[in-house]
Protein backbone atom coordinates (compact mmCIF):
# COMPACT_ATOMS: atom_id res chain seq x y z
CA UNK A 1 0.00 0.00 0.00
CA UNK A 2 1.28 3.25 -0.92
CA UNK A 3 1.39 6.65 1.41
CA UNK A 4 0.03 10.05 -0.16
CA UNK A 5 0.78 13.07 1.68
CA UNK A 6 -1.47 16.41 1.00
CA UNK A 7 -0.31 19.06 2.33
CA UNK A 8 -3.02 22.41 2.69
CA UNK A 9 -1.15 25.33 3.34
CA UNK A 10 -4.50 27.25 3.22
CA UNK A 11 -8.02 27.53 2.06
CA UNK A 12 -9.22 30.93 1.00
CA UNK A 13 -13.20 31.11 1.87
CA UNK A 14 -15.61 33.93 1.89
CA UNK A 15 -18.58 33.82 4.22
CA UNK A 16 -18.05 30.87 5.84
CA UNK A 17 -19.12 31.39 9.86
CA UNK A 18 -15.92 30.80 11.98
CA UNK A 19 -17.64 28.34 14.13
CA UNK A 20 -18.46 26.12 10.79
CA UNK A 21 -14.62 26.27 10.50
CA UNK A 22 -14.72 22.88 12.26
CA UNK A 23 -17.73 21.19 10.22
CA UNK A 24 -15.25 21.92 7.07
CA UNK A 25 -12.44 20.44 8.41
CA UNK A 26 -14.20 17.86 9.39
CA UNK A 27 -15.55 17.13 5.82
CA UNK A 28 -12.57 17.69 3.90
CA UNK A 29 -10.31 15.26 5.75
CA UNK A 30 -12.68 12.52 5.81
CA UNK A 31 -13.28 12.96 2.11
CA UNK A 32 -10.20 13.94 0.74
CA UNK A 33 -8.90 9.98 2.80
CA UNK A 34 -11.74 8.51 0.91
CA UNK A 35 -11.22 9.74 -2.48
CA UNK A 36 -7.50 9.14 -2.11
CA UNK A 37 -8.05 5.69 -1.24
CA UNK A 38 -10.24 4.37 -4.50
CA UNK A 39 -8.22 1.80 -5.87
CA UNK A 40 -8.52 3.55 -9.28
CA UNK A 41 -6.42 5.99 -7.68
CA UNK A 42 -4.23 3.54 -6.24
CA UNK A 43 -3.94 1.61 -9.54
CA UNK A 44 -1.58 4.30 -11.39
CA UNK A 45 1.80 5.65 -9.57
CA UNK A 46 1.17 9.61 -8.95
CA UNK A 47 3.82 12.12 -9.77
CA UNK A 48 5.07 14.12 -6.65
CA UNK A 49 4.08 18.01 -7.64
CA UNK A 50 3.50 20.77 -5.88
CA UNK A 51 0.10 22.32 -7.20
CA UNK A 52 0.91 26.43 -6.01
CA UNK A 53 -2.65 27.27 -6.31
CA UNK A 54 -5.79 25.07 -6.84
CA UNK A 55 -8.90 27.20 -8.00
CA UNK A 56 -11.92 24.96 -7.73
CA UNK A 57 -14.55 27.12 -8.89
CA UNK A 58 -17.55 28.20 -7.29
CA UNK A 59 -19.54 25.85 -4.53
CA UNK A 60 -22.55 26.43 -3.00
CA UNK A 61 -22.75 26.77 0.59
CA UNK A 62 -25.69 25.88 2.66
CA UNK A 63 -25.81 27.32 6.08
CA UNK A 64 -24.82 25.54 9.51
CA UNK A 65 -22.38 22.96 10.39
CA UNK A 66 -23.69 20.65 7.98
CA UNK A 67 -23.23 22.62 4.88
CA UNK A 68 -19.53 23.64 6.11
CA UNK A 69 -19.01 19.67 6.13
CA UNK A 70 -20.48 19.01 2.33
CA UNK A 71 -18.36 22.01 1.57
CA UNK A 72 -15.53 20.68 2.55
CA UNK A 73 -16.29 17.48 1.22
CA UNK A 74 -16.71 19.23 -2.42
CA UNK A 75 -12.99 20.85 -1.86
CA UNK A 76 -11.89 17.51 -1.33
CA UNK A 77 -13.31 16.30 -4.13
CA UNK A 78 -11.59 19.12 -6.39
CA UNK A 79 -8.17 18.27 -4.81
CA UNK A 80 -8.23 14.83 -5.60
CA UNK A 81 -9.78 15.25 -8.84
CA UNK A 82 -6.70 17.43 -9.52
CA UNK A 83 -3.97 14.92 -8.42
CA UNK A 84 -5.34 12.38 -10.57
CA UNK A 85 -5.15 14.36 -13.67
Known amino acids: ?5 V ?10 EPA ?13 A ?6 AIGAE ?4 RRTPVLRAGAMPMEPGR ?7 GGIARAIAKGVTR
Do not use: F, N, Q, Y
Not at 1 to 5: A, P, Q, T, Y
Not at 45 to 48: G, N
Open 1 to 5: MSRID
Open 7 to 16: TIDRVVLRGL
Open 20 to 32: DRHGLVDGLKREL
Open 34 to 39: RALAEP
Open 45 to 48: PLDS
Open 66 to 72: AGARKLG
